[in-house]
Each structure stands twice: as C-alpha cells, then as structure tokens.
C-alpha cells in the first residue's frame, strides 16, 4: 500500500526532526504520530507537484509548535536525553572530547530562539534545500538564506561564548 511506503521512508526524517527539537523520544514519537495522521487526512490538500517530505516536515514542525505551546509550562527543552555516542577512535580521551564537543553544540543550539533552531536542524540534519526550508516554514528562498545567515551567525557567538568562557575574543578575530 502506498500510505504504508510513504510513512516507512519519512518516518525516520520526521522522527529526527522531533527527537532534535524535543530530545526526548515519547514526545518525539507522539508528534511524529500525529504528523502523520494529520498528513494522511490532508492528503487530498496536497499538491502533487511538491516534494511531499518537506510538507509532511511542514506539518511536524506545526504540530511541535502546537505542542509547545500547550505544554509551555510543563516542558523543559533544556534537559536533553543523553544519547550514547558510538566513536570509532578506541581512545577514552577522543571519546570524551568527542562527547563534549557534541554537548557543546547541542547547549548553543538550544539556546538560541527557536526558529533559529528549527531553521539550522532543517539545513543541516535534515540536509534540506532553501527551496525545501521555505515549504516548510512557509517563506521565500530570501528569507530562508537571511534567517539561515542570521542563525548561523549566532550560533557562531554561542559556540564562542561556550568555549572562552564569554570571551567575544574569537568573534573579533582578536
């Protein structure tokens, strides 16, 4: 059936998708769940002529924001699961050097706004198209390279102030 061969090869995107903005699998698992059965109820809405995994991200990225804001007070993003990281260097420092610097990235990305997040998770966890991206958060190809610059940019900052201790040092090129 085609609904099941769609939802087995965008599943793992969306999931991703979720589980990145949530960092915590059952509330990843739920949004991805209600994405799709608000996609498959919406099929009929689709435009053939679209790529349909950046719509079914459209949808998932709706369905987070719709979550977030029912459960404002009740969801703390700042409290990730940790995953367990595989390294294919058998050295414990690489290892743990390695695991910092992913924590590291993580913290940056989580502080900045969230569609500063959402924006940087698409491009590069996703690995989706400008073209793509504006389907998903609903705007033009110029917004989405501003939006991206700007994230970029700050995430540059937080990633600065994370590892000097607050020192703007590196930013300046000083």
């Not at 294919?88 to 590291?104: I, K, W, Y």
């Not at 994230?151 to 000083?174: F, H, I, N, P, T």
Request: proline share 5%; aromatic share 8%; net charge negative.
């Amino acid at each position: 059936m085609a609904v099941e061969r769609l939802f087995r090869e965008l599943y793992p995107a969306v999931y991703g998708f979720c589980f990145t903005m949530t960092r915590n699998s059952a509330d990843a698992e739920d949004i991805a769940q209600q994405t799709f059965l608000k996609a498959f109820a919406s099929l009929s809405q689709f435009r053939i002529a679209q790529p349909i995994g950046p719509w079914i991200l459209r949808i998932a990225h709706n369905v987070f924001i719709s979550q977030l804001r029912s459960r404002r007070s009740q969801t703390d993003l700042d409290d990730p699961e940790i995953e367990h990281l595989r390294s294919s260097d058998p050295q414990p420092e690489a290892v743990a050097l390695s695991h910092e610097t992913r924590e590291e990235v993580r913290r940056a990305l989580r502080s900045l706004a969230l569609p500063a997040q959402v924006i940087l998770v698409l491009r590069y966890q996703q690995e989706l198209s400008y073209e793509e991206i504006g389907a998903v958060i609903d705007a033009p190809v110029t917004t989405v390279t501003n939006r991206l610059f700007e994230a970029r940019r700050q995430m540059g900052y937080a990633l600065c102030q994370a590892g000097e201790g607050g020192s703007d040092a590196q930013l300046v090129g000083s």
